[in-house]
């Protein structure tokens, strides 16, 4: 018979199964529910707490993601072995390793990859990262939604009230400073609409891109625009080629044919450059 010491605040701001998560994952921590424990049903838990059964699950289903639980068919849920605290053992003691000798001409070997190119799953967080997960998508449901085929809604009402059509919520481009784009952080800084000549006389905050020769890669898809403006930059040292303003990434066009199908574009990047002769 498990014996919980579990005891939920209705009158609490957090939720009960809330509640009920971090006790029970408490007392996983702290050894009280051994490795290979089977949890009590739902029903039964429900009952005994005064909750309701969909109360019990949601937090039976909250420490099964997060790895505290495991579900076996026909046997409900069992506390995960690997989570099993050892009582009173201690770890050995670690032996200093002898110094490397290395030759002079021998560089030594690197201790640390300090590189982005990649993540050690030994320190990736995957128990919080699927907390986070989880709470996102719980309080934000709407981002597994497709989007708006007509554009995005807020972007339709600002430029009607602008005086603007709607069909330029899909004429909608990125840009990266100059320095940073020869830095290589291909992160945008600002995103905005393009406009017709008309527009421009008409509105004072409107920004004129500069005149002039322009290195351009075209794709169809964002998924590939950090690779492709990396390529861009690559192209343009590699010619001798000097980069003499910001970088823009222009939807030219975009086709949305049904609401859950995956956005089509056709897009194009490009950055000032000059040249000697």
Not at 11 to 19: D, G, I, R
Request: charged share 20%; hydrophobic share 40%; net charge negative.
């Amino acid at each position: 018979m498990v014996h919980l010491t579990t005891a939920l605040d209705p009158a609490s701001a957090v939720p009960l199964y809330e509640q009920l998560y971090r006790s029970l994952a408490a007392e996983m921590r702290a050894g009280t529910l051994t490795a290979g424990t089977r949890m009590p049903g739902k029903r039964r838990l429900a009952a005994e707490l005064s909750v309701s059964v969909n109360t019990v699950d949601t937090a039976y289903q909250m420490l099964a993601a997060e790895g505290y639980l495991t579900a076996r068919e026909r046997s409900g849920f069992t506390v995960q072995e690997y989570l099993a605290l050892p009582q009173g053992v201690q770890p050995p003691a670690a032996h200093p390793a002898p110094p490397a000798e290395h030759p002079a001409e021998t560089a030594p070997p690197v201790q640390f990859d300090l590189s982005t190119r990649g993540v050690d799953p030994g320190l990736f967080p995957f128990r919080t990262w699927a907390r986070l997960q989880k709470e996102l998508l719980y309080s934000a449901p709407e981002l597994l939604t497709p989007g708006d085929a007509r554009g995005d809604a807020a972007l339709r009402q600002a430029l009607m009230k602008r005086g603007f059509s709607q069909v330029l919520s899909y004429n909608v481009g990125t840009s990266i400073r100059k320095e940073d784009f020869v830095a290589g952080r291909f992160i945008p800084q600002d995103t905005f609409v393009f406009v017709g000549y008309r527009d421009r006389l008409r509105l004072p905050d409107v920004t004129v891109a500069d005149s002039g020769m322009y290195a351009c890669v075209y794709l169809n898809s964002f998924d590939d625009e950090r690779d492709c403006a990396a390529r861009l930059l690559e192209h343009c040292r590699a010619q001798g080629w000097t980069i003499c303003g910001d970088y823009f990434c222009e939807i030219l066009t975009e086709f949305n044919v049904f609401d859950d199908s995956k956005r089509s574009m056709f897009l194009r990047l490009q950055v000032p450059v000059s040249f000697d002769k």
